[in-house]
């Protein structure tokens, strides 16, 4: 085992910047993951939010009309 000038072996300086890269590859991995879900849950967010628009109004039928009308409205038909 031979010794560089610092003290430190030939071997550790080496694995210490294979780790680096290994690390730096890490970091990105999770960053594009973390990217990717929240592109998915804003997605998803959004699209839950136009199909609720789409149901119609929140007035229920004949609340404007008169009592007869109203009455008939709400009915069943035969």
């Given at each position: 085992?031979t010794?560089t000038?610092?003290?430190s072996?030939?071997?550790?300086?080496?694995?210490a910047?294979?780790?680096?890269?290994?690390?730096?590859?890490?970091?990105?991995a999770g960053?594009?993951?973390?990217?990717?879900?929240?592109?998915i849950?804003?997605?998803?967010?959004?699209?839950?939010?136009?199909?609720r628009s789409?149901?119609?109004?929140?007035?229920?039928?004949?609340?404007?009309?008169?009592?007869v009308s109203?009455?008939?409205s709400?009915?069943p038909i035969y």
């Amino acid at each position: 085992m031979t010794l560089t000038e610092d003290g430190s072996s030939h071997w550790f300086t080496k694995l210490a910047q294979q780790l680096s890269v290994v690390t730096v590859i890490i970091i990105i991995a999770g960053g594009l993951l973390t990217c990717l879900l929240l592109f998915i849950f804003a997605k998803r967010q959004i699209m839950r939010f136009a199909l609720r628009s789409h149901r119609g109004l929140h007035v229920p039928f004949g609340t404007d009309a008169n009592k007869v009308s109203h009455l008939r409205s709400t009915l069943p038909i035969y």
